[in-house]
């Protein structure tokens, strides 16, 4: 059986307003603990930039997940972190700085994301919480979020969907 909990580690860049970071509050309020560099530590580095999707199968052998808090207008100089770099599948944002914008997710809901894929929902929940609009993400992806959970799913499978939900919103 695996564990209930995973943790959630956050890398801050210092790159935007800490008062409305999504990463610096979860630092504040205790949910995140702040990276901190290690060998022999396996971890999924969320990277916008990198080309394989994290999928259910990212589990096995996980013991962290780490969000960069930067600026999606630096991201691309961005030193990513060690680790197996996964990026989401699609989603759609309910953050207010970027509400119903594809892709374009706070570090609080990438994290979220990726637990609630990963199979740590009641954790991805807990994360939400301390903000107004938490629940709206997850009411805003649940269908996707749903399918890219289940367990026998792999990084194709994750694509296949991302393809078909990508198709779908384009009409």
């Given at each position: ?24 509050k979860l630092l ?144």
């Amino acid at each position: 059986m695996s564990p209930k909990r995973i943790k959630v580690i956050v890398l801050r860049l210092h790159q935007d307003d800490p008062k409305r970071a999504t990463g610096s509050k979860l630092l504040r309020l205790g949910l995140a603990e702040r990276y901190r560099p290690s060998k022999g530590f396996s971890l999924v580095v969320l990277n916008p930039l990198s080309r394989r999707f994290l999928s259910p199968v990212d589990k096995e052998g996980t013991k962290g997940i780490v969000a960069v808090d930067a600026s999606w207008r630096k991201v691309e100089s961005v030193r990513w972190p060690h680790g197996k770099q996964r990026r989401l599948p699609f989603l759609v944002a309910a953050n207010p700085i970027n509400y119903g914008v594809p892709e374009r997710l706070s570090t609080v809901e990438a994290l979220a994301a990726s637990l609630y894929i990963l199979g740590y929902k009641e954790q991805a929940l807990e994360l939400l919480d301390p903000f107004k609009w938490g629940p709206e993400f997850i009411h805003l992806n649940y269908e996707r979020l749903e399918a890219y959970s289940r367990g026998e799913n792999n990084e194709e499978d994750v694509r296949a969907l991302d393809d078909r939900f990508r198709k779908e919103l384009a009409g």
